[in-house]
């Protein structure tokens, strides 16, 4: 059996699902229009890999909370 961090069937899977689920997460609470949100969103969820990629080099960030 061999050991690969980008096997989708195994822990690389859920490191990239809980990946892309935080992107997109932060996506929405961007302050980008609607219509910037559901195209980011759609990319992350139909391109995993490539989308989190895009978005975390491009993409809208999330509002900072003050504290």
Do not use: C, H, Q
Request: glycine share 8%; no cysteine.
């Amino acid at each position: 059996m061999e050991l690969n961090m980008f096997n989708l069937s195994g822990f690389g899977g859920l490191v990239i699902l809980a990946l892309d689920i935080w992107a997109i997460i932060s996506v929405i609470n961007s302050s980008a229009s609607t219509g910037s949100k559901v195209l980011w969103s759609l990319l992350i969820i139909f391109l995993p890999i490539v989308g989190f990629v895009i978005w975390l080099l491009a993409g809208p960030r999330a509002n900072k909370r003050a504290f």
